[in-house]
């Protein structure tokens, strides 16, 4: 069955530290990769996605994430956390040969400390 | 920009009575979806319509109905409302295709009593 796995509930960064949020993937075929932020109150928004070719996909707020097959994985990278980046972070992922339905983790829930 | 509107955002409805949501796009994006989030489950699919009168069940589709009468909105139908039905309900659009992404609207948060 097709899956996506964020393992973290909770990840805690200080401010100008890097960050990273987990994503695995369990999936036949290729995938298609999203990372969707919510922040409080709010419906999500995308960030950024992979589709083929550069394994390094560049984001919306200076966030990238880096593809790696051969781990299933899809974690989510900022070279220098702000405090405004505190939100919910959820992955998700399409199939080539599906429907356009995503499956989403469970989100990962960021807080940047100043 | 794409623009995602939802009918409400805080809703309160007692056991039994009958829920309309109402979802807009302003895109002329042929997928719409419905969602229901919850702490720890993430979002999950209720139902989801790829045209005009198109439907197609998603992982937890029982309680729910949809209709899509028009391309720009598609509403979600509580027939009887349960408390295990207290939910934030999250409507998405995106163009065709696997590879494009969601644009999604504000939510609406329903209790049910």
């Known amino acids: 069955a097709q899956s996506v796995a964020q393992p973290e509930d909770q990840v805690n960064v200080a401010e100008g530290n890097p960050l990273t949020v987990k994503c695995t993937y369990s999936v036949s075929g290729n995938p298609y990769l999203f990372w969707y932020v919510q922040y409080p109150n709010r419906g999500l928004q995308f960030l950024l996605k992979y589709i083929t070719g550069d394994n390094l996909v560049k984001g919306s707020y200076g966030f990238e994430a880096e593809f790696n097959k051969s781990q299933t994985s899809f974690h989510l990278k900022k070279p220098s956390a702000l405090v405004s980046d505190s939100a919910l972070y959820f992955c998700a992922v399409s199939l080539s040969y599906n429907t356009d339905k995503l499956i989403f983790g469970t989100g990962t829930r960021l807080q940047v400390f100043p | 920009d794409v623009k995602v509107t939802q009918s409400s955002r805080y809703l309160v409805k007692r056991t039994g009575e009958k829920v309309f949501l109402e979802c807009v796009q302003d895109?002329?994006?042929?997928?719409m979806f419905w969602y229901r989030q919850d702490p720890g489950l993430g979002l999950r699919l209720i139902y989801f319509s790829y045209d005009v009168k198109m439907k197609e069940k998603g992982d937890i589709p029982e309680g729910y109905s949809v209709s899509r009468e028009k391309k720009e909105r598609f509403s979600l139908i509580l027939e009887s409302a349960s408390t295990n039905q207290t939910s934030m309900y999250l409507c998405?659009?995106?163009?065709?295709?696997?590879?494009?992404?969601?644009?999604f609207g504000p939510g609406t948060r329903l209790t049910v009593l």
């Open positions: 998405a659009s995106s163009t065709g295709g696997p590879y494009n992404e969601q644009f």
């Open positions: 895109m002329d994006h042929e997928n």
